[in-house]
């Protein structure tokens, strides 16, 4: 595969998207996707990278505003001076900022789809992964009432995923889970606590064991492995860890601790594509299921999850729906579907597969800049 000579232009864009429903965890409620896109330039071809980044600090503490400052200041102007750049080259360049992974890996991202699409191989491919189809997941939010739960877990059986994660907060909780469990007996299910519980709700949290779920993702603080060892240690089911693990050294002392044994891998969390196939390979040799979460992307990172998806160690389904399931109208196309058992097809092509459609980004833009060498 050539590398990428240079870039000519690098463009921030920044798009606003309704929610078909209001989608809440334990941290708030999102009625609106607001991402931040990077598109690369070079001889006429363009790639495209999206941050997962949310408009507040409330899941990690990046926001679309840092994103766009280090993109605008320090990655952008550095992958912009840079020759014959590939996107193996993007984590070294990058180095020298500290943290800011959303911001790096919207920037990383973007330049393995160019580099992709320049030597006409999928993303998929140019990652080393395999061409098979994923077996999709879905993340319900916290709803109004239990029949409403009910209803939208009756949805997702309906429609084909092959497993239901449920979001849970302190008060909304066991309840919530027995009845689930007691309508879908032998629905794979799993809870999704984004950081709510502390040490003193050990007690309630081993209660959950009785429900046979196929593991309670991040049930503690973000920063504490110590605690999440001393839980998993209590518990029968899999810790799984989503907002702890930043880096491979994050997944590598959850592991020598036994803090969990699977891993959610977000791409945008971990700082971009080649972290999150390392953090996978590690997965894959240690023991540890990894899968790909999601942060309600547009169809650019739909795309990317997806393609990652591909590669050895991902083991169970992801986070990954249809996008009918969040946005009315998304920025690409093609849109994603799930086939009829369930599956979700690579999009086809060099790159991501997706094409940005000009007229929607335009309807959806809040903020455009461009940045040249
Ligand atoms: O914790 O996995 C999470 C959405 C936003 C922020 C955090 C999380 C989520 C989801 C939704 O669970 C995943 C998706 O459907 O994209
Ligand atoms: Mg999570």
């Known amino acids: 595969m050539n590398p990428v000579p240079r870039l000519e232009a690098a463009e921030i864009h920044v798009v606003r998207l309704p929610l078909v429903s209001p989608f809440t965890t334990s941290f708030g409620t999102q009625t ?56 193996m080259d993007a984590p070294h360049l990058f180095r020298r900022v500290r943290g800011h992974p959303m911001a790096k890996a919207a920037a990383e991202n973007a330049l393995w789809d160019l580099w992709a699409r320049r030597n006409d191989v999928p993303l998929f491919a140019a990652l080393g992964g395999m061409a098979r189809r994923i077996p999709s997941g879905i993340s319900i939010g916290l709803q109004d009432s239990p029949e409403r739960l009910l209803a939208a877990v009756a949805d997702a059986c309906a429609a084909g995923y092959h497993r239901v994660k449920i979001k849970i907060k302190r008060g909304q909780d066991e309840a919530l889970v027995r009845e689930v469990r007691r309508s879908f007996p032998a629905l794979p299910l799993m809870v999704d606590a984004n950081a709510d519980y502390t040490p003193a709700d050990f007690p309630l949290l081993q209660r959950l064991d009785d429900f046979n779920l196929m593991m309670m993702e991040q049930p503690l603080a973000e920063g504490d492995l110590f605690q999440h060892a001393r839980l998993q240690a209590r518990l029968r089911t899999p810790v799984c860890l ?132």
């Not at 023991?287 to 990652?308: C, F, K, P, Y």
Request: hydrophobic residues 40%.
């Open 242 to 373: 989503d907002e702890s693990i930043g880096t491979l050294s994050d997944a590598e002392a959850a592991h020598a601790l036994g803090s969990c044994r699977v891993i959610n891998i977000k791409q945008g969390r971990v700082g971009g594509l080649q972290a999150a196939r390392a953090i996978a390979a590690f997965g894959l040799g240690h023991g540890l299921d990894v899968w790909s979460g999601g942060m309600l992307e547009t169809g650019i990172g739909r795309a990317v999850n997806l393609h990652l998806q591909t590669l050895p160690g991902f083991s169970l389904p992801g986070d990954t729906s249809a996008t009918a399931r969040y946005f009315g109208e998304d920025i690409v196309d093609r849109p994603v579907e799930l086939d009829a058992d369930g599956f979700i097809g690579i999009p086809p092509g060099p790159g991501s597969g997706v094409a940005i459609v000009p007229d929607r980004l335009r309807r959806f833009c809040v903020g455009h800049e461009v940045i040249t060498p």
């Open 32 to 87: 609106h996707k607001e991402a931040v896109l990077v598109c690369l330039r070079s001889d006429g071809t363009t790639g495209w990278g999206e941050s997962t980044a949310m408009p507040d600090p409330f899941y990690s503490y990046e926001t679309n505003t840092t994103v766009c400052q280090v993109l605008r200041l320090y990655l952008l102007p550095v992958l912009l001076a840079a020759t014959d750049l590939t996107p």
